[in-house]
């Protein structure tokens, strides 16, 4: 009996997706619950698991287009698992076989010929002697054709003088292998889909950045005081995150303009607060939503946060988390940003860019000192929210940061 392996649906607006990869090869035997195939849509990365245990045939090769409810692969559960084949002997090694010693045979010195047409004078045979010129091939100057002394010498002077050294050719030219410098693949349709929703953005809306900058000592000074109990109590650290989503959660509060959306000819105003936390894996850049973080603590955001982030980057993540939020936060410090101009995430009206932490001269009372420094970025839809109201917000959030105790007591 076979077991057909359907891609399953996925969500209203998903009817296709890419298979990216089988963790499995064509004819080996899976187990059930065994992850099989990987598959990318245009919003999320999902794995999915054999439903049953047998040997697998796959009707589909990586890369492939798949549509919801195709059948990408079979697995007949009347087989038995053949289990571990044994590894055939490795074979004698080949005899080696000793080279014949090769045998050198000297080649004896050519002696330079004395034999003229004429015999030499003493001079010359003298002269032929010490430098060793082979005088049969001189035509002499002498009378009747002799080779004389001032011949041998001439001789001699121009075999010693070194060939003219021949003109260096140009260099060739570099032939340039295209196949070695730069490759193609078809883009993922989450690409394609993060690329559409971009130029949405920067077509649709009205995006106007305004910046700030906030000093990070206070957050500093109360995660190194309470960390140890923190990750002693709730087994997860205390980070920064934790602090900007509930400031950004109390800065929303604050200014509800910054909390609405555009609907056609209507302005959509949300009285929750559900802020999305952009995560960047291998596969791009995904937003999952932490879910009513007015009524959550900073364990529970930090929780929601980190199992967020590894279900995205292990391409496990859920259609129901990336839906729904009001407001991103991107965090580009955590790369090295200084300074960005990030771009919404339509239809949210509004994102929170955060930098590195370095430390600047800053002015505090009248004296120059040493703070540590993050730059913060809010871009908006200039068509919903106003300079006004962006700056407020900005502000706020600034306020809640170098002040953390406003989120305690709601000022």
Request: glycine content about 6%; some cysteine; aromatic content about 6%.
């Amino acid at each position: 009996m076979a077991t057909e392996v359907k891609i399953p649906a996925m969500g209203e607006s998903i009817s296709s997706g890419i298979l990216a990869a089988w963790h499995v090869k064509n004819g080996d035997y899976v187990e059930k619950d065994q992850a099989i195939y990987e598959l990318e849509t245009d919003k999320i990365t999902s794995e999915a698991n054999a439903e049953v245990a047998g040997i697998i045939t796959l009707n589909v090769a990586v890369d492939d287009e798949v549509d919801i409810g195709q059948v990408v692969a079979t697995i007949d559960e009347s087989a038995t698992d053949p289990g571990s084949s044994t590894e055939p002997a490795s074979p004698d090694p080949a005899p080696q076989v000793e080279a014949a010693p090769i045998e050198v045979v000297a080649t004896p010195a050519v002696k330079a010929s004395t034999d003229t047409q004429h015999p030499l004078s003493p001079a010359a045979r003298k002269a032929a002697k010490e430098t060793g010129v082979n005088t049969s091939a001189i035509a002499g100057s002498g009378k009747d054709g002799r080779v004389t002394k001032s011949d041998i010498l001439a001789e001699a002077a121009a075999a010693q003088t070194p060939a003219p050294v021949a003109a260096t050719p140009a260099t060739a030219p570099i032939v340039v292998n295209s196949a070695t410098r730069e490759s193609r693949k078809k883009m993922s349709p989450l690409r394609r889909k993060i690329a559409e929703r971009l130029v949405a953005a920067t077509q649709e809306c009205a995006l106007l950045t305004t910046f700030n900058e906030v000093d990070m000592s206070s957050v500093i000074k109360l995660r190194k005081q309470h960390q140890e109990k923190f990750v002693e109590r709730h087994g997860i650290k205390l980070g920064f995150m934790s602090f900007f989503t509930k400031a950004v959660t109390h800065a929303l509060q604050a200014v509800p303009a910054v909390n609405a959306r555009i609907e056609g000819n209507e302005v959509v105003t949300q009285y929750f607060y559900d802020i999305g936390v952009a995560v960047g894996t291998d596969k791009g850049l995904m937003v999952p939503t932490i879910r009513d973080c007015d009524k959550k603590g900073f364990a529970e955001i930090e929780q929601d946060i980190l199992g967020y982030a590894k279900a995205a980057r292990e391409g496990k993540i859920q259609m129901d988390d990336l839906e729904g939020g009001v407001f991103t936060i991107s965090n580009g410090g955590i790369y090295g940003s200084m300074l960005s101009t990030p771009i919404i995430n339509y239809p949210q009206p509004a994102i929170l860019g955060l930098h590195n932490i370095t430390e600047r001269a800053v002015v505090v009372n009248g004296e120059i000192v040493i703070r540590p420094i993050m730059y913060l970025a809010l871009s908006y839809d200039h068509r919903l929210i106003d300079g006004k109201e962006a700056v407020t917000f900005l502000n706020t959030v600034k306020d809640a940061i170098e002040d953390p105790s406003r989120l305690l007591f709601d000022f």
